[in-house]
């Protein structure tokens, strides 16, 4: 489990949404509360986000973007590479740090272990310590409620940080439309 993050990412219908919280600590201690840990890559066409350091979340995004630019913006082909390459690189697979990447046909959690996991739902992701409050609500949100793409992601992120002590409501998202 990653402390102070929430990442959540809904591929729905519409809209493929990614958000994310602003806080960042440093044990218990809050060090920043208006952080941005996603961000639009290939041409703005693929959402990431990222729950980990900031130096290594740089770095990560920065790798990805290269596989994405070689593979021509191919988001499945990408990933697979980019986890091979991470889990094999000494120094990279020890970050301790995960990603959600997503564009308008596909979702995915990426480790340093090398784990490539699409959710089951196809739908919604979410890492970091409050990814399964904000998972969670999200679920409910898009079951009982008739909400757009990016107020189920922000209403989803509002309620994690209202129970997980490492997520503000300093929300933030990005957003790929058809």
């Not at 890559?41 to 994405?68: P, Q, R, W």
């Not at 697979?93 to 308008?104: D, Q, W």
Request: charged letters at 30%; one cysteine or more; aromatic letters at 8%.
């Amino acid at each position: 489990m990653f402390d102070a993050t929430t990442i959540l990412a809904y591929k729905g219908k519409n809209k493929a949404v990614i958000g994310g919280d602003g806080q960042v600590t440093f044990g218990n201690s809050i060090l920043k509360g208006n952080a941005t840990k996603i961000r639009k890559l290939h041409h703005g066409k693929i959402l990431a986000g990222f729950a980990g350091s900031t130096a290594d979340a740089f770095n990560l995004f920065d790798m990805f973007e290269e596989f994405l630019e070689d593979k021509k913006g191919d988001i499945l082909k990408s990933v697979i590479e980019f986890s091979k390459a991470w889990r094999k690189d000494k120094v990279l697979r020890r970050l301790e740090a995960m990603m959600i990447v997503l564009n308008k046909d596909h979702i995915f959690i990426l480790t340093g272990n090398g784990d490539v996991v699409e959710p089951e739902d196809g739908e919604i992701a979410s890492i970091g310590s409050g990814g399964n409050f904000a998972i969670s609500a999200a679920r409910a949100l898009k079951k009982h409620a008739d909400m757009d793409e990016e107020d189920l992601v922000k209403e989803s992120l509002m309620i994690a940080g209202e129970l997980c002590i490492y997520t503000n409501q300093n929300i933030k998202t990005l957003t790929l439309e058809d």
